[in-house]
């Protein structure tokens, strides 16, 4: 190629190069100067030819680089570079088909190819190599003898293909990590998009004064916990008039509360409007939340915006999101005080109150969460200053008993105490949470006088029953601490065994009042992530080993019952498949065994003779020899199993 400067070096046009600058007097009068000394005009008009300054050296011409050897041989570089990297990823044979889909995330994936969490990754990266999934469950091996018993050869068509789903299913709960490593995937960001399309104004403005005229509502009154309703409304008049510039976080605070306030006012009025403006605050709370980065700075808006996003992931079954959103709320919080009694100025108490209000939000699901991850509470009790309200609402009363539950009886400490120590505490929580359970009863039994009212909130028994389902099955839970009495013929309680069984029979009263509900199609998808896949749910497997044991027809009819109501409606689109088809096959599996030993002993008195084959009280003693071994095998097996239900893997 041709070269800029010339192959002599000269000056184009055969001009001397610059060596100085025109003189003082030529640029005074700003005409030419033949750069002389003294120059042609100075010596006309008989002056002094001065100059100021010299100008620096004459510039060496470049020379333009020849690139066809050089850029070409880089270029020639890279390709092989690039080369050797497909060749490394044909090596780790990765498909893009073995990728699961995303459209049953918590983030709503239809503007994007994949959309990222704040570190969702991350953080089930770091679940699938806990010690949390190597403990052996009786469950586990219940369905790997079922499998091993039953032969392929021997079973019908039926029959075979629930046999193949539970060995898939006995695949993933033995060796969990390989499967979710394959299910993982690498999220991406999502840009910031300005100006999101948002609902229109007149029908926020209509909102946003129900609202108003309805603060008793139990869902107006959870926002108003975490941020008084006149904050949210003037939230969402910054982001509708955005006169100055708002943020991230604003974004989500106003698209968290209209989400809700247009889903309860839909469920009152019935208006198909405002139900599809609360799925597009819900779409816009999904991008924004995955918008945050990773560093945030510590105010009352941000905990309030990750309390709003830890609330979200619980309704949508994420579990590991929502413990990543609490616990970055629950570090602001003690960062910024608010769980200590600060002395404050008359004109700072509204403020103050707000944020203690804001702070015991915080706790509760900080403290439902630590249960239900197996994980230490980022909250500790005895650091918390704040004054004991006697008034205390009883949803805060509950996180509390959860927290001691967790950390007295099912931590690593809790589970290594004595079986007395262990069997004295859990009495004392029993004892307490009944004490919530009877309240809860109580307003519910008012509850139907105060319905003539038309300011009541129509969906208040409902969510009261759910409440009693969620409390009765942490009472399951504390009472399977308790050893079973001498000569008991399985290592439950009675009492532990009646509580299970009142649980499933209250999911069941639960799932008829939900389902009632036509003007709300999320409602069950909502109550099953909520009360069943949120909280630590043990009934089923604590009459799962007892209807096995005893060959209970009884108690596996009401599993089954228990399996079919989480089944799905035929057209629903956002219901939760997952659980119905891992319960299901629970059931199955269950059923095959009691079948084939009853049938085996048509005449006998008693069927505990049948039960060679699995005895799980001798299976007890032979993995760990005591009480506490049983106990922390068949905790860490349930875990297990409610992990799994948070991923996307279908049997």
């Known amino acids: 190629m041709e070269s800029r400067g010339n192959d002599e070096g000269g000056r184009p046009n055969g001009r001397p190069a610059i060596a100085r600058r025109s003189c003082d007097q030529c640029r005074a009068r700003k005409i030419g100067c033949d750069r002389g000394s003294p120059c042609s005009n100075c010596i006309s008009a008989r002056v002094n030819c001065t100059h100021s300054a010299v100008a620096s050296n004459t510039a060496t011409p470049k020379q333009r680089v ?17 080369d050797g990297i497909k060749i490394l990823l044909e090596k780790l044979n990765v498909s893009p088909d073995a990728r699961r889909p995303e459209a049953s995330s918590l983030w709503n994936a239809d503007q994007v190819d994949s959309v990222g969490s704040l570190v969702e990754h991350q953080s089930i990266a770091g679940c699938s190599s806990e010690s949390l999934w190597d403990h052996p469950v009786q469950i586990i091996d219940f369905v790997k003898l079922v499998v091993e018993e039953r032969g392929p050869g021997d079973a019908g068509s039926e029959e075979s293909e629930v046999l193949s789903s539970l060995r898939k299913l006995l695949q993933t709960l033995e060796d969990p990590a390989a499967v979710l490593n394959l299910l993982t995937t690498f999220p991406k960001v999502l840009k910031y998009q300005a100006g999101p399309p948002m609902p229109p104004l007149e029908a926020v403005v209509a909102v946003l004064r129900w609202a108003k005229d309805h603060e008793g509502y139990t869902r107006m009154v959870w926002v108003s916990h975490i941020l008084p309703l006149e904050k949210f409304a003037e939230i969402c008049r910054k982001i509708y008039f955005a006169i100055d510039d708002y943020s991230e976080v604003d974004l989500i605070l106003a698209n968290g509360y209209l989400s809700y306030v247009f889903s309860e006012h839909a469920v009152v009025s019935g208006l198909q409007d405002y139900r599809e403006y609360f799925q597009l605050c819900q779409k816009n709370l999904h991008n924004a939340l ?25 309704e949508n079954s994420k579990a590991i999101v929502a413990w990543t959103f609490i616990s970055t709320a629950a570090d602001f919080c003690q960062r910024l005080g608010y769980h200590r009694l600060r002395p404050s100025r008359r004109s700072d108490q509204s403020l103050q109150a707000a944020q203690e209000r804001l702070f015991w939000s915080v706790y509760k699901y900080d403290k439902s969460l630590s249960l239900r991850s197996s994980r230490p509470s980022n909250i500790r009790d005895t650091e918390i200053t704040l004054p004991l309200n006697p008034n205390e609402p009883r949803s805060t009363r509950l ?41 809860t009863h109580v307003e519910i039994s008012d509850a139907p006088s105060q319905n003539g009212d038309g300011g009541t909130d129509p969906m208040r028994v409902v969510y009261l029953q759910c409440e009693i389902l969620c409390e009765s099955s942490l009472l399951a839970l504390i009472l399977r601490a308790v050893p ?25 009263q639960c799932m008829m ?54 089944k799905p409606e035929e057209g629903s689109a956002d219901s939760a498949t997952h659980p119905y088809r891992l319960y299901e096959l629970l059931c199955q599996a269950a059923r095959f065994y009691v079948e084939s030993n009853t049938s085996s002993f048509p005449g006998a008195e008693n069927p505990l003779n049948s039960l060679d084959q699995f005895d799980f009280v001798q299976f007890e003693a032979d993995i760990g020899n005591s009480q506490n071994s049983g106990l922390s095998d068949w905790y860490y097996g349930n875990q297990q199993i409610m992990n799994l239900l948070d991923e996307d893997v279908m049997f």
């Open 513 to 566: 009042e939900v389902r009632g509900c036509k003007t709300d199609s999320s409602m069950v998808t909502k109550y099953i992530n909520w009360a069943i896949l949120h909280s630590p749910f043990v009934p089923f497997s604590i009459l799962f080993t007892h209807a096995v044991q005893l060959l209970d027809y009884t108690d596996l009819a009401r599993l089954d019952r228990f399996a079919a109501s989480l």
């Open 484 to 508: 079973a009495a001498q000569g008991s013929l399985s290592g439950i309680s009675d009492d532990c065994v009646a509580v299970a069984r009142d649980t499933l029979d209250v999911h069941h």
């Open 290 to 314: 995955s918008r945050l980065p990773l560093l945030l700075p510590a105010s009352m808006e941000v905990i309030a915006a990750l309390t709003l996003g830890a609330f979200n992931a619980m």
């Open 399 to 439: 996180a509390r008993i959860q927290g001691k539950v967790y950390e007295e009886l099912y931590s690593p400490t809790g589970l290594s105490q004595p079986d007395d120590k262990r069997s004295h505490t859990a009495e004392l929580l029993a004892a307490e949470l009944r004490g919530l359970i009877n309240e």
């Open 66 to 82: 020849l690139i066809s050897a050089q850029y070409e041989q880089k270029i020639d570089d890279i390709a092989r570079s690039v």
